[in-house]
């Protein structure tokens, strides 16, 4: 599996399925989950609304991930994750709780893209917008957990492409440093 990193709209890559920074309700919002909404058409919210009714009547729980059809988009899925909301600093063990389960949303997207078949995955920054995760240290959770699964979860022979869509060049360039960092260690100036 390659990990690739590219800036722009994730609702424009040319993949098998593009990951949602969805929340709980599943009902919509802002941000890449708006984006999509807006570009997918009202198949997703369809379908979002079923999954709601059927399996999630309190809502998707944090580090979860459920998959819909893509509508509109150049992608055969969505697949929905719920980020955690970056606690604050001084509160220590919850920091620890909610980076296991943005690393869950990762490893919960991935391990949907494989069953359903994907061959590629756009992944964007989850939790790095109105949850408030720092980009740095979201960086370093979200490419550390596809590296680990890359490595040990089987992934290699099953999805060909994990695409991270970064929507700046600050974000873009951060998770650029992050994945050489991770890759061949530190940068030597
Ligand atoms: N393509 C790629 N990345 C995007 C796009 C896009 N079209 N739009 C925004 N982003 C980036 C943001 O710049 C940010 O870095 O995605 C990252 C995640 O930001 P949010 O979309 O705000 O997601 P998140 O921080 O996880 O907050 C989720 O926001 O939109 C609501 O309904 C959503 O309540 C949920 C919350």
Known sequence: MEITLTQ??????QVDAIVNA????LLGGGGVDGA???????EILAECRALRAAHYGKGLPTG?????????????????TVGPVHPDPREG????????????????????ATELGARSVALP????????????????????????MGRTGGLDEAIDEAR????GADAYGVFERVLQELSHGPMVD
């Open 36 to 42: 999509i909404h807006r570009a997918g058409g009202p």
């Open 164 to 167: 991270f869509v970064l929507f």
């Open 64 to 80: 979860q991930a459920v998959a819909t059809t893509a509508g509109r988009l150049p992608a055969r899925w969505v697949i929905h």
């Open 8 to 13: 722009g709209d994730i609702t424009e890559q």
């Open 125 to 148: 920054a989850v939790s790095t917008g109105v949850y408030g995760w720092p980009m740095e240290s979201a960086a370093r959770i979200a490419l550390a957990e596809v590296m680990e």
């Open 22 to 25: 969805a929340n709980s309700s």
């Open 93 to 112: 063990a919850e920091l620890a709780r909610r980076t296991e389960l943005l690393a869950s949303c990762y490893r919960e997207s991935l391990r949907i």
